[in-house]
């Protein structure tokens, strides 16, 4: 098994201004391979330290990936380093410096100066990785007894495309890797996971490869499946009869897949029913109905909301009963379901949902504790109510009704005849 | 000047199943004290080679600070490898027992296992840093040689307060640290970030202690102050004067200080002027009027909103124009005034806000391109519009939509009368 040490390079990283992601996503994407991470290392901008642990880590590891150092400034030390470590010296590279003058004059810059230049030196022999979204190419220097040193930039959207686009299938190669992980989620909602769990234990427990992991979210649960394989296509083919049983068994809940929005599943089911929406909401402030418009599309099935805050607006422009308030409350199931039909009269919409809750911190009572929330909803000529007491801060409150608004919006959509 | 190196265990970091935020937040905390951060690692459960890791930091560095590994797990082996790096074996600390045995009886535990009375054993003669929020102490162990290896939980809720309250203040104590930096921000809108450092350009390059550093956000601008002190009073001693003569220049422009947000600022000035708030959003889409709602107390000064989505919407709720919806297009100076007017009397509120644009990816054309935003404001009798292009991806429009919405709104209540 190929073993690896991390490295990622920049001062400040050590003053903690920055989270160093790329250290993650390296070490996701080698475990991804199989390939083990012994460590990973941060270090600063410093040739002697930064040399010393390179070779601490090709001690240790058969290869070392780093990421940082390889800009234009003389804080950029990473190739003075590895020269030293790998014992070959630097030399220009002239496809590299060719990239580097016409990235230049496309953005107008007509004599390229020595910082460019610079960029351009690359340990002899080293295996280059072109770099389509910046100036610095990455590459990979191999020490006499094979082991190697790879380097790419420090910017996460120059680091990102080089390592799977280039380093991982070079390691690939390089080191007959065959099989690496690939992932497809499915994402449910309207269902514990505790009742999952009930349904698909023995999935559960029988799977090898794939195999399934269950990750409750707010308002949603995920059944990832995780396949080992040699192309993504065999691992689809792997996962095709599962999903298939999976489906079988909890595909109600299903709402979409690797990423894969509620909101988005929404939009795409009341644009086939032809359905218009429409919110009323109060405690969740517009916050379903900027999750809807956040989808592209949204223009054809959603009308709008009302973010009737106030009373006042309650009664006024949504219409309900001035008693209904006075009663009730405010937050009631009698306010909500008004709210709902409300708004589906005044905006002309089939489907309209309703919020009204207490956030906190204040405003809560014994009857009515902070975290409570009505919810309506009025479809045609039926009307349904929900209520939640949702725990945490104001924005936690607010966060979890806006997810348990949406899921039973789309599970209505879900169950409604085309 | 004391040098550290930091290392976080766990063999998810090392699958990339996880961001090392434990990491920078330690180094931040550390470089604030003056503390040189040589070098940072990462290392999974495996005795021998954290062993191996502490072992070389000590080497490098005067002390090592860890978090992670102190679970009740047998995969939990931190102490175990500290207490052979200094040479010290783990006894049973009687008081850390029995503040587990509190704390999991609080949870209705009545018999502490084995695993949690592991929990108590500590390297003999360590320093104990005691853990409000978890079960696992951490621990100063130190050397013969005076070296340090300093022991956090992982868990970043239970690491964070015993890093500030109780680490550090020993660290500072021990090595007699004396200042440490601190900060105060101040934060602007309605400046470009140029604009503002023509200003204070002078107070820019003359500062020592204090320095000021100008960051460029979304639709803010912050000012930075920060100053080498040996307390908080201290240093809010040194920021006054500074602060005065920044408020002399640039007051107009600060809204809030040390995150403070705009909406908050909002609010706030809304109910001192007793001002009621409303909104009518199109391409938002209930973002700005969710941003409001965000604000505890936002109760007393908004009444809430339209989501204008849909042209019918903006025509029969709002009362928008049907000639104006025809000849001037949705996306128009004339329809933000006209939705920002029907939304204040709709609404009975004194101040109207409405966005109307195109968020895109689809949409646009030559005379109305993706990311054109207009703004309208309706405060009494008094109309305005403005217009902005945004650029960058659907989400990237709305955001720098709400936030430039937000700006103006503050900007117009920051200069109404009381």
Not at 125 to 131: F, P
Not at 206 to 235: C, F, W, Y
Request: glycine residues 10%; aromatic residues 4%; charged residues 25%.
């Amino acid at each position: 098994m190929l073993s690896v040490e991390i490295v990622t390079i920049g001062t400040e990283l050590l003053l903690g201004d920055l989270v160093d992601t790329n250290a993650s996503a390296i070490a996701r994407s080698l475990s991804d391979y199989g390939i083990d991470v012994y460590a990973i290392h941060s270090v600063g901008d410093n040739l002697a330290r930064l040399a010393a642990m390179l070779r601490g880590a090709l001690d240790r590891a058969q290869g070392v990936m780093t990421s940082g150092g390889l800009g234009p400034t003389v804080d950029d030390l990473t190739k003075d380093a590895v020269s030293n470590v790998i014992g070959k010296p630097l030399v220009l590279h002239e496809p590299s410096l060719a990239a580097i003058e016409r990235r230049l004059q496309a953005f107008g810059i007509r004599e390229i100066g020595e910082n460019n230049r610079r960029q351009a030196l690359l340990p002899e022999g080293a295996v280059v990785l072109e770099n389509p979204n910046g100036t610095a190419p990455g590459f990979v220097a191999i020490r006499g007894d094979g082991k190697f040193i790879a380097c790419m930039p420090g910017v996460p959207r120059e680091m990102h495309p080089m390592l799977s686009e280039r380093l991982l299938p070079w390691l690939a190669k390089r080191f007959e890797l065959g099989a690496a992980i690939f992932r497809r989620t499915l994402h449910l909602t309207g269902t514990a996971e505790s009742e999952l769990d009930r349904a698909i234990e023995d999935l559960f427990r029988m799977q090898e490869n794939p195999k399934i992991a269950v990750l409750a979210h707010d308002g949603r649960v995920d059944v990832r499946m995780t396949a080992k394989a040699r192309s993504r296509s065999e691992a689809d083919a792997l996962f095709a009869p599962l999903e298939a049983e999976l489906r079988r068994r909890i595909g109600t809940a299903v709402f979409g897949v690797d990423g894969e929005t509620l909101e988005a599943a929404i939009v795409a089911r009341a644009r086939d029913l032809r359905l218009w929406l429409a919110t009323a909401e109060s405690v969740t402030g517009g916050g379903i109905a900027d999750a809807i418009v956040r989808v592209p599309g949204a223009s054809e099935c959603f009308r709008g909301g009302i973010v009737a805050y106030d009373n006042a607006v309650k009664r006024d422009v949504l219409g309900v009963d001035r008693r209904a308030l006075e009663q009730d409350g405010a937050v009631s199931e009698r306010v909500a379901l008004e709210m709902a039909r409300g708004t589906r009269e005044r905006l002309d919409a089939d489907v309209a949902l309703a919020t009204t809750g207490i956030a906190g911190p204040s405003g809560g009572s014994d009857s009515k504790p902070v975290g409570l929330v009505w919810f309506g909803l009025s479809h045609g000529d039926e009307l349904a109510t929900r209520s939640a007491t949702f725990p945490g801060t104001r924005e936690d409150v607010r966060r979890r009704a806006v997810s348990f608004g949406l899921s039973w919006l789309w599970r209505r959509l879900h169950r409604a005849e085309r």
